[in-house]
């Protein structure tokens, strides 16, 4: 059975950090491209970054480049989000995704294969 679990969100002033941690198990974790997207309240669920199954490309959502790193560690099968410079806009539940895809995990999330429960994160003003 496989699942991803997301753990790091939390409240956070604006410009602050937060790394978001999403531990993978039941698939083979280097075939499958990780995502993050991101829903906030009363909106759809957006796409943040992703990395394919080897890490050599990530991919970013516009207002993500340069305050956002999208990581994996394939030993401990687990894929990161560092998030810095943190505004009041980046407050949503972020969702980790697995697909055998990096196209999917970045541009079709309603094919994902796999998506956790969800963090959340809170950025005050």
């Known amino acids: 059975q496989v699942q991803l679990v997301e753990s790091g969100g939390g409240l956070v002033q604006a410009g602050g950090s937060l790394r978001l941690s999403c531990a993978a198990s039941?698939?083979?974790?280097?075939?499958?491209?990780m995502g993050w997207f991101r829903q906030a309240p009363g909106k759809e669920r957006k796409f943040v970054a992703s990395?394919?199954?080897?890490?050599?490309?990530?991919y970013y959502a516009d207002s993500m480049k340069g305050r956002f790193t999208i990581s994996r560690d394939s030993a401990q099968n687990t894929v990161y989000l560092q998030m810095n410079s943190l505004k009041p806009e980046d407050t949503a539940v972020y969702y980790c995704?697995?697909?055998?895809?990096?196209?999917?995990?970045?541009?079709?999330?309603?094919?994902?294969?796999?998506w956790g429960q969800g963090t959340q994160v809170t950025v005050s003003s």
């Open positions: 995704a697995a697909d055998t895809s990096i196209v999917t995990v970045t541009h079709i999330p309603k094919s994902v294969d796999y």
């Open positions: 990395v394919s199954g080897s890490g050599s490309n990530r």
């Open positions: 039941g698939l083979t974790f280097s075939s499958y491209a």
